[in-house]
């Protein structure tokens, strides 16, 4: 019998309704990258390390992003900057995750 392991998966707009409602900004996960193709995005969050299993093309510091007014759809945080930061407001939890793209 092959050895499984459980794993959470979040909807991609579940995410993005998280971030949105938590940071008063516009975040759409799916659209960075000028679009994500579908499929699973994994990240695991261990203690204050998150280990992040994709790219991500010229994100800017949590920081930055949350100063930044330009509205671009083009603007992303460093992912794992973001996840440790909700982590912190107890919105996620030590885990292994797959955010799920689909449309």
């Keep these: 019998m092959i050895k499984t392991t459980p794993v959470d998966t979040i909807k991609c707009w579940d995410l993005d309704e998280l971030v949105t409602t938590t940071y008063g900004k516009p975040y759409d996960f799916q659209s960075e990258e000028e679009g994500r ?3 699973f995005y994994r990240f695991v969050v261990k203690n204050d390390d998150v280990s992040v299993c994709f790219e ?41 995750y797959y955010i799920v793209v689909d449309w």
């Design 56 to 96: 991500q093309e010229n994100p800017i510091p949590l920081d930055e992003w949350l100063k930044d007014t330009s509205g671009s759809r083009l603007v992303y945080p460093l992912f794992d900057e973001l996840i440790l930061d909700l982590k912190a407001k107890g919105l996620i939890k030590d885990g292994d």
């Design 37 to 39: 193709d579908r499929g």
